[in-house]
């Protein structure tokens, strides 16, 4: 290889002009890895770091030197990157208290050994060219290149155009003509938060002699359609049996806690992630519309909610009672990645079942919450030791659970509303933003989640399959639906509830998603992201295929 220090003389005494040296494999190396798609390569930055790595010294300062770039390298190469920025990383809720198995775990998932392979590869390459070529030549020549517009040749394109084919045709317009850049970015922003601001659900109170029903939400964490469709679950026995699927359902976040409030916040539009820590208005609270309906308000979880607090974050954005149940009668069926118990969902709900079989209140509205397919959960042997569990097969285990519990509901011949929402997915994929199990930023695989709705003893409606509800949604369809079988249900005069007129021009919501300093958008049939509030829109890139 090259020698780090060349013969051209400067003119002054002990200075001479360096080349890249060791270094060329450096930038080679991220040249390779911007064909591939894996960098978000920034080419200034890089510039200026060769610059300074060229740059003659002195002997004295040659060392320091050395010592300084490592460090400066190491971040440029995370900042090129499509991952977030690291404070973003370590703002992740409850990251400290991450086991030892789930970090372990989570760092095998940043090794890809196709990647290692073809990297060891060039390594091999690049040594043995640089017997006769001159690295530094080539490196500099790339790095003007990408400079002076190569870049967008080389990995630009061909990201963007992936995303506009991965993304549903079924988007809001957005300001047809008008280029997608980021001061139209920040524009369509705001002005989507400022037209949600002024929608919500009117809720009409029922005749007295109206039939009661209960409201049954579950609401279940790390469920996407992209999660369905990876362990080869998409089309399974319990959203067949649905009365309506939403095909286009936003979560509009990725995180748990922000997730059930825009749920318990349903009845008013979409806000901000700061909102949602705001005051609310009575009539944005679901619970409280259904409480001045008539309904009594229930909680129950399968575990202790106290990760990221998420219990307290229920109650007091959300207006929540305490849970019905008391979880420590109940039996370990997996370990979450922070160490606390989950419990077998079957057995929650059907215990929850049996309590709510035993109240006189004539209308029950329930808010029920699992996390038993959160990433890094462990099931629980026989011996009360803990092994690995893949995803399908919680997923299989979860969905068998929630047959039987409709079987149960159906044997009660009690008027039941069933609603199906998931609070995002579980990144099952990963792509080159984040890996698989991370959820630090919204992306469409994550919160476009599948919503279901089974009406249960409301009529004998006859129905071959699901009614498919094909337009972008959110929450306040979810709430307008509800809003409409009080009055509907009132009604019902044992032909059935007409799913057609329940669904008919339901408010339709654009694909914003949004967690703490993170938003992700749909413009123009393509996803863009901004990571930091002040910070440039980049076209979301796909995984790799």
Known sequence: METPMNERKTGKPGLAWPGLGGWNLYFLAKFILVWLGYLNFQAVPNLVFAAALLLPVSSALLLPRKLLALPAGVALLYHDTWLPPFARLLAQPGVLDFSAEYLLELAGRFIDWTLIGVLFVFVVAALYLSRWLRLTTFTLVGLGWLASGGLADMAGQPAVAAVAREQPRHAIPASPGREADSATLDEYLQRFYGDEAGRRTEFQPPPAAAAPFDLLLVNICSLAWDDLEAVGMKDNALFRQMDIVFDHFNSATSYSGPAAIRLLRASCGQSSHSGLYDHAANQC????????????????????????????????????????????????????????????????????????????????????????????????????????????????????????????????????????????????HGDRMQIAGMREIPSPSITHVPVGIKLIGMGSAARDEPLHVGAPSSYLALSEIIARLSMMAAVDDGAGIDRHALVADLPQTAPVAENAGTVVLEYGGMSYVRIQEQGEWLPYPHRSQ
């Open 285 to 428: 609270l679901l619970f409280d519309n259904l409480r001045r309906l008539g309904f009594d308000s229930a909680l129950a979880l399968n575990h202790d909610g106290k990760f990221d607090d998420f219990l307290g974050e229920v109650r007091r954005q959300g207006g929540m009672p305490a849970p019905a149940l008391d979880g420590s009668s109940f039996r370990r069926a997996l370990v979450n990645f922070d160490g606390s118990p989950i419990w077998r969902d079957r057995e929650v709900l059907e215990r929850w079942w049996q309590h709510r079989q035993g109240q006189d209140s004539g209308r029950v509205a329930l808010l029920y919450n699992t996390v038993t397919l959160h990433d890094g959960n462990r099931l629980v042997r026989a011996d009360g030791g803990t092994q690995r569990v893949d995803y399908r097969a919680l997923a299989q285990r979860l969905l068998e659970d929630l047959n039987a519990f409709i079987d149960q509901l159906e044997r009660s011949g009690r008027r039941v509303v069933l609603v199906i929402v998931p609070e995002h997915g579980a990144g099952l």
